[in-house]
């Protein structure tokens, strides 16, 4: 079992992001998420981190799975990806600044665009499959790129 979550909320064409204030990936945008309790599954973690880093509640998933990789000391290491669709009438209006960092909503297409550096490593690569894949999955990041296990 892994120990966090990332979920990106989707309103159409745009995906809640969060340019993070901390460690780790300070400075970046991602998902919004966070580190799984004890007693909680990664569903209930990731549900439970999107509200209260958003004020969001979204009842289910539309597309979820793993991203896994391998650490400097050859240990394996990932994370719970989720992809959450909410309606057009959902009204948050951002930026907003949060205890965590900035919440914006991002176009796809800007998220996507290959030369957006300022995206985190691994989400251009991995998003597309959560925006194309209505299931489970599992990923693999190696030697730069993103694998379909």
């Known amino acids: 079992m892994y120990k966090y979550t990332v979920c990106f909320v989707r309103n159409e064409n745009n995906i809640l992001m969060l340019n993070r204030e ?3 990936i300070m400075g970046v945008w991602n998902g919004v998420g966070g580190k799984i309790e004890k007693g909680e599954t990664p569903d ?19 597309s979820k799975g793993t991203v896994s990789w391998e650490t400097s000391n050859g240990e394996l ?3 719970y990806v989720y992809l959450y669709e909410v309606t057009n009438h959902l009204k948050l209006e ?3 600044k949060t205890r965590e960092g900035i919440l914006d909503w991002k176009s796809i297409n800007w998220i996507l665009n290959p030369i957006n550096l ?12 959560l925006l194309n894949k209505a299931d489970n999955y599992s990923l693999k990041y190696q030697d730069g ?3 379909i296990n």
Do not use: C, N, W
Not at 44 to 62: K, N, P, Q
Not at 118 to 129: F, H, K, N, R, T
């Open 22 to 24: 901390k460690s780790p």
């Open 118 to 129: 300022g995206i985190a490593e691994m989400v251009s690569q991995y998003l597309p499959v």
């Open 145 to 147: 790129q993103i694998h």
């Open 77 to 79: 290491d990932g994370i």
């Open 94 to 96: 951002t930026p907003i």
């Open 44 to 62: 209930e973690g990731a549900l439970r981190e999107v509200f209260e880093e958003t004020g969001i509640s979204v009842e289910r998933y539309f």
